[in-house]
Every structure is written in C-alpha cells, then in structure tokens.
C-alpha cells in the first residue's frame, strides 16, 4: 500500500528577503477502519475568516504563522519571484513570511472567500 499524503503549499521568506512557494508533502498514515492520519501538529488557536469578493491587498506579510485552508471561494496569491498561484476549495497555505517584501493577494471572479485560519504561534 501506498503511504497517502497530503500537499500544503508553504509561502516562506528566502534568504534574497522575497517570499517563495514551496510545495511539502504531509505524510499520513493508514489507522484502520477511519482512513488515515498525519502526525499531531501543535496549534494556538482557530481564526475564522471572510472576505468580500473584491478583496485585493498591495504586499504585505503574515502577522503569525499560520494554515490558511480555503473552505469556500478561492484567492491569488503572488510572491517576490512573480510567480502567482490559485487557492480554492480544500487548498492548504502554510502562511510564514513574516519578514520581507511578503506576499500579495485577491480575490477571484468576485467570489467571497472563506478561510480557516489555524495559528502556530
């Protein structure tokens, strides 16, 4: 049996002060007749978020690191490099670029969005 993972895009700061993606996978572990599990990750608390469907933010960078899942709607997030990617429903940001130019972000096609923020510190 193939061990399952889970992806989590994580948006970092580099050593060159801009922010990057970097795609890590989540191992997880058959458990029996309830599917599968990851390892326990400690967390300091549970933030829940909307934002208007013509949300757009200029850089700027995470207060606290953090998982952002997507619950509904989607978001763009661009970093340093240029490079943009689209968030949706289900999609797992691991938000930790706390210094640094950071990151932008928008909403998309004039959608809510609905997030679950998840804070690690």
């Known amino acids: 049996m193939v061990t399952p993972l889970i992806t989590v895009t994580r948006l970092y700061t580099g050593s060159d002060n801009e922010s990057h993606f970097e795609d890590i996978q989540v191992p997880l ?11 326990t990750f400690p967390a300091t608390g549970v933030v829940f978020r909307t934002m208007p469907g013509d949300y757009r933010t200029d850089w700027h ?42 990151h932008k972000s928008r909403s998309v096609e004039g959608q809510e969005r609905v997030s679950l923020f998840i804070t690690l510190e």
């Not at 572990?29 to 390892?39: D, F």
């Open 29 to 39: 572990k058959g458990v029996g007749g309830i599917g599968c599990l990851s390892q």
């Open 61 to 102: 960078n995470t207060e606290t690191r953090q998982y952002v899942v997507i619950i509904s709607g989607a978001v763009e997030m661009e970093v340093g490099s240029g490079e943009k990617r689209l968030f949706k429903q289900g999609d797992i940001v691991l938000s930790e670029d706390k210094t640094g130019r950071g």
